[in-house]
């Protein structure tokens, strides 16, 4: 008897690891069953694959269970959860009087595409869940994100527009339109976290306006009832008005577009539902909860009635993907991970046919034009072009640079139209016209990026860094988002003052550091060992206020970094011995204060986490969601929970530093709250399931704080100091940001600019002062602008006036150096003209050693330099060390270059005086007979005189210059000239005796005539013979020679010189 009993245990534990194998999801989906029990079922499953494989659906996972699992600690009931709260309570406080803050917008700061890539892998801008194209028109398209609505183009992608960001909540799971009219549409709302439906919606303009149909959440949450998720959503293609909605509940049919509807297959899990291509009588659909697992269900009576197939070969489970194909209507095809079956007489038979190359099928798609030509797939894209006997992978999802195949990770959805692919990823709409060879990413322009958590430059109001969902980490600079980082992201820091320093992490907190602002990265890892237990998804990163290089990373332990993440220098600081840490927070104005929490548990450290004791006595029994400190009050601490229960307490406050606790919630009742923040005016900000919720310390009353901004979660809230802005991360519209409360017209120091960049390897060297900068918007003329600085944070009241230098606030002298390793503070302080007065963040950092100053001079000179009463005749150089007057080295390398003597001679060439040096520094012609005048313009090392004279050179060579003899130069026309030679003079110089020799007699009234240099006749005589002895008594001086003809002129001319 024993014997039987053990092998009927084994045959009920195999039986439940196979059925585990795909209704895990179906555990996840069905609130009926405990969260926990829904957790271990999926890790039962978990422990007999490789979870390590990429698609295996473990990360997706452990991602749910962030997600919700606060919701429901620690009972794990989701069977009486309402979740419908959030709604109620923000519909509640908008109908009431007085309910909003100030008009202040808020702004959109993306991303809105992912176009640039620094050091990251697999970018993408967010996840697609449902998509539609018009027949008639592809530039016309509808696309619905989970979490960030629906959004509607008119031209092909090039712009979008979202039409629903103001419902009740902003996702958009599944939509469908009239075969009849594209202007009308139908779409599921829901919960991102939960999936859990908020109601169908209908629009018959183009998903401009939206009407609320029967299936809706507005009155006992209509048929769909209060936990159900929407996993189908159809229009019959063949049968006008007809609608069908599957649920994890039930199925749904309508023949009145939801006007009305029949509810069949009550309990049934209905995940995918098909049409047969020419028959409206048949339906098909997978129903996860049938005791018929190895068979989908088909209806001959248009789904009045379901009838389970024969039983398909090889399965134990009916989790999967139904195709039809318009050009084998009888033909149904049925996708389970990556296995391909089919039939052939309308799916009452199926064999298997194929299977694809890597990945499971998620969706799959048969081309409507060619019935071989098939897309599917689920990490990465593939095409079957045998009608799913074969795949083959046309992309690859972690790639740095993405090509034209690129489309992300984790295809949701697929559809084809006209022979055109179009598929919805965790990252891109995309459109292949080509079979799915290339891949055109059409959703640039839609702002829906999932954030956990965001970090933001105190320096610099434009600088953030975000972690999201399957899109990993990106940097906002001033001019664009950059992709920095792949895979999920997590908490974020930037350095205060340095803003290129920054940190990032993946989930379970494995960090990476860049020092360049995104332009590289840096492993840092996580410091303790271990895999998903010893950190929280998000794990908190936290940068210490009192020495601004040093960050705590926060596991199960409390970890510490000097060096700004380094690699190899984390230290453990302490252990709180709660488990794993969710959230941190440290005190802004008494650096010794930390506080941690995990689940329900919150601890205290008076030692910045060396040791800890529990303050949680007087809060509720539940998982704490954020943790913040008062900034003007290191007393005051702040918790919020973000549960679904109906229980009033989402919000306490402790002015004791946690001995007592008091119950804030007040009108907010039952909101659930992500994120907490308070500014120093003592203004509480809340991101919560609806938007932003703030109200002042002392008031009872919680106010919506949402003008322009999405009815979506808000995850995370920053506050950046100097331009009194509230930012807030969102969970499916990115990031957002608005002024403060009662900040509007206030001063905004939007940049601080330290003098010297700080490091991680070295502090600010004591003979190197800091001076600060910083750029300041205000609309009026304003009072003063200083900055305040000191060696303790609460006692910065050393001034430096700040003066304003062409729209740039510089300080007018540098904070003094003061001994090594000293921490220094500063914040500047700017006074608009009502007195309306702004503060930066306290900067800080730390005073170094003495840091050699490296100079060098150069000096030229000629043939010589005097220096320190040395004589320098060579070039060379000479390396001097100084003190400066803060006793540190200053090292001065003197380069000596010594030019020596150069050619300086100068040359007549035809008309032409040239230098005989070409390669000199410079030129300047001379006129000797004007006391060596510079004549303007002529700097060439050729010159053409224009007038007979004498002329010199003065020729610089590097450092020297020196100028030539002077040399006479006779002008005469171009006409005047016949050649050059024509005749000679011998001697020349001569002493007034000469000999003309003439090389050719050309005419018989050839003269001779002597002229001074100033055009004075001197001497004439008849030449009869080609050589001819002539004395002209001439005095010593330089004379011009002419041979001329009575009938032609002057044939040629000489310089000659007497000497006697």
């Not at 230098?805 to 000293?822: F, Y």
């Not at 007057?885 to 010594?898: A, E």
């Amino acid at each position: 008897m024993r014997t039987i009993f053990f092998i009927f245990l084994e045959f009920l534990l195999n039986s439940s690891l196979t059925i585990g194998q795909s209704d895990y999801k179906n555990w996840i989906d069905n609130p009926e069953i405990n969260f926990y029990d829904a957790c271990q079922h999926a890790e039962n499953y978990f422990n007999t694959i490789d979870k390590s494989v990429k698609g295996s659906g473990w990360k997706p996972y452990l991602r749910w269970k962030h997600l919700n699992e606060s919701r429901f600690y620690p009972s794990g009931n989701r069977a009486n959860v309402d979740y419908h709260l959030a709604q109620q309570t923000y519909n509640k406080i908008l109908s009431s009087n007085n309910s909003r803050q100030a008009n202040v917008p808020w702004f959109e700061l993306g991303p809105t595409n992912a176009n640039y890539i620094t050091s990251g892998y697999n970018p993408g801008i967010g996840r697609v869940e449902c998509l539609e194209v018009n027949p008639n028109d592809d530039q016309n398209m509808y696309m619905g994100s989970r979490s960030g609505g629906f959004y509607k183009t008119t031209d092909g992608g090039k712009t979008w527009k979202n039409t629903t960001q103001y419902l009740s909540v902003p996702g958009v799971h599944n939509m469908t339109v009239n075969p009849l009219d594209f202007n009308e549409v139908f779409i599921s709302l829901a919960q991102s976290f939960s999936n859990v439906s908020h109601g169908i919606f209908h629009s018959i303009d183009g998903g401009e306006t939206w009407q609320a149909t029967a299936l809706n959440s507005n009155t006992g949450f209509g048929g769909l009832g209060s936990t159900a998720i929407v996993k189908i959503l159809a229009f019959h293609p063949l049968i006008k008005d007809m609608i069908f909605v599957g649920t994890n509940n039930g199925l749904y049919r309508s023949t009145d577009k939801l006007k009305s509807y029949t509810y069949l297959l009550p309990d049934a899990y209905i995940n995918e539902l098909a049409f047969h291509p020419t028959d409206p009588k048949i339906v098909y659909l997978i129903d996860g909860s049938s005791t018929f697992r190895t068979s989908i269900s088909r209806s001959e009576d248009m789904g009045l009635t379901f009838k389970p197939s024969k039983a398909i070969p090889g399965i134990s489970y009916n989790i999967g993907t139904l195709m039809t194909s318009p050009t084998q209507v009888d033909h149904l095809y049925f996708a389970q991970g990556k296995n391909i079956f089919k039939s052939v007489d309308k799916g009452i038979n199926f064999t298997k046919i194929g299977t694809t190359e890597y990945n499971i099928i998620n969706d799959c798609v048969i081309s409507d034009i060619d019935s071989n030509l098939w897309i599917g797939g689920y990490v990465n894209v593939e095409q079957s072009t045998n009608g799913g006997k074969t795949f083959h992978e046309v992309n690859n999802w972690n790639t740095i640079e993405p090509d034209s195949a690129y489309t992300h990770a984790d295809l949701v959805v697929a559809k084809c139209l006209k022979g055109v692919f179009y598929i919805g990823t965790d990252g891109y709409l995309c459109r292949s016209r080509n079979g799915g060879r290339t891949w055109d990413r059409l959703n640039d322009g839609t702002g829906i990026r999932e954030f956990y958590r965001i970090g933001i430059s105190q320096s610099n109001k434009f600088v953030h860094i975000g972690g999201s969902q399957d899109i990993g980490t990106s940097i906002l600079d001033e001019k664009k988002w950059n992709e920095w980082n792949g895979g999920d992201g997590g908490e974020c820091v930037v350095h205060p003052l340095q803003q290129k320093y920054m940190m990032g992490s993946f989930q379970y907190g494995t960090r990476k550091i860049t020092l360049d602002g995104g332009l590289s990265s840096d492993f840092s890892f996580n410091p303790e060992e271990g895999d998903y237990n010893i950190a929280d998804w998000t794990a908190p990163l936290i940068v210490d206020h009192e020495d601004q290089m040093n960050v705590f990373h926060y596991g199960t332990k409390v970890h510490s970094n000097s060096k700004f993440g380094e690699m190899g220098a984390w230290k453990e600081i302490g252990n709180p011995n709660v488990g794993v840490i969710n959230n941190a927070a440290m005190s802004s104005s008494n650096f010794s204060l930390m506080a941690i929490s995990s689940r329900e548990k919150i601890m205290l450290s008076g030692d910045k986490g060396k040791t800890w004791k529990s303050i949680t006595q007087g809060l509720p029994n539940l998982t704490i969601s954020a943790i913040t400190f008062d900034p003007s009050n290191d007393s005051t601490i702040i918790v919020c929970y973000d549960n679904y229960l109906a229980d009033d307490q989402k919000i306490f406050i402790s002015k004791n530093l946690g001995t007592t606790w008091q119950n804030i919630t007040y009108n907010l009742s039952n909101m659930p709250i992500h994120d907490v923040i308070m500014d120093r005016d003592r203004n509480i900000y809340l991101g919560c399931e609806i938007g932003v919720f703030s109200k002042s310390i002392d008031e009872p009353t919680w106010k919506i704080h949402n003008v322009l901004l999405p009815n979506v979660a808000a995850k995370d809230l920053e506050i950046h100091q100097g331009s009194n802005t509230l930012k807030a991360a969102t969970w499916g519209r990115g990031l957002w940001e608005t002024t403060l409360l009662n900040k509007e017209t206030f001063p905004r120091i939007v940049k601080v600019i330290p003098s010297i960049e700080l490091n991680n390897k070295l502090n600010v060297p004591i003979n190197n002062l800091m001076n600060v900068s910083c750029t300041i918007d205000y609309t009026s003329l304003l009072k003063s602008v200083y900055l305040l600085w000191g060696t303790k944070n609460k006692t910065v009241d050393q001034r430096i006036e700040i003066i304003d230098s062409a729209g740039l606030w510089k300080s007018k002298e540098g904070i003094p150096s003061l001994a090594k390793n000293t921490a220094v503070y500063f914040k500047i302080v700017v006074v608009g003209s009502q007195s309306d007065t702004s503060e930066t963040y306290t900067f800080m950092y730390r005073q170094g050693e003495c840091s050699p100053q490296y100079k060098t001079i150069d000096i030229s000179a000629c043939r010589q330099y005097i220096f320190e009463n040395d004589t320098i005749t060579s070039s060379k150089k000479i390396v001097k060390n100084f003190k400066d007057k803060f006793s540190c080295d200053s090292i001065v390398t003197y380069n000596f270059i010594i030019d020596q003597q150069f050619d300086k001679t100068i040359t007549k060439v035809n008309r032409t005086l040239i230098a005989n040096n070409p390669n000199a520094t410079s030129y300047q012609w001379l006129d000797c007979q004007k006391n060596y005048s510079a004549i303007i313009g002529e700097t060439k090392f050729e010159f053409n005189p224009k007038t007979s004279g004498q002329y010199a050179l003065e020729i610089k060579s590097n450092s020297c210059i020196d100028t030539s003899e002077c040399l006479t130069y006779i002008f005469v026309t171009s006409d005047q000239v016949i050649i050059e030679g024509d005749f000679q003079i011998v001697p020349n110089p001569n002493s007034g005796n000469v000999i003309v020799n003439i090389k050719d007699i050309l005419y018989k009234d050839l003269h001779m005539e002597i002229k001074s240099i100033d055009g004075r006749l001197l001497f004439s005589e008849k030449l009869k013979n080609k050589s001819t002895s002539i004395n002209s008594f001439l005095p010593e001086g330089i004379y011009t020679v002419a041979i001329y003809s009575d009938a032609h002129g002057i044939l040629s001319s000489k310089i000659v010189s007497v000497k006697k």
